[in-house]
């Protein structure tokens, strides 16, 4: 089964229902519900979408959303190393594109899924949009 890190931006898309995005991201947890692939996102797209959320909602609803994200989706930790190698990664202008990318890497995903494909244009590991990942299934 692949092993997908999504970025934060793929979370908005499915949980704003941001379009034209928001049907890619939806197949993706809907593939994810149905264990033909395994969605893992960092801790820091936990809090990041948590933030986003309490700007629209109050915080019993953002936290009964994020509650219900977590049955589909794993959380993986941001961990000292992971810090320690974006903060000494120069190819990465986006700080937090290098902790997506290190959490990635560190827990053995097998593809990073983001709308943001030139920020990882020095990505040793895969990366696609939802749409690009999508049509690599049917």
């Known amino acids: ?3 997908l890190l999504i970025d934060t931006n793929i979370v908005i898309d499915l949980l704003s229902r941001r379009q034209p995005f928001y049907e890619a991201a939806a197949v993706l947890f ?16 936990i809090a990041n979408t ?13 936290k009964s959303i994020l509650r219900k994200l977590k049955l589909i989706v794993h959380v993986l930790p941001l961990d000292d190393k992971i810090i320690g190698l974006a903060l000494n990664d120069e190819s990465f202008s986006d ?15 097998d593809l990073l899924i983001t709308r943001n494909l030139r ?13 690009q990942f999508i049509e690599t299934i049917e």
């Open 1 to 3: 089964m692949k092993k």
């Open 30 to 45: 809907s593939l994810a519900d149905k264990k033909q692939i395994e969605l893992s996102m960092s801790s820091l797209t």
């Open 50 to 62: 948590n933030y986003v959320l309490l700007r629209q909602l109050d915080s019993v609803k953002a």
């Open 95 to 109: 700080f937090e594109d290098a902790l997506q990318y290190y959490t990635a890497i560190e827990n053995g995903q």
């Open 119 to 131: 920020d990882f244009k020095n990505s040793k590991l895969p990366v696609m949009t939802p749409g």
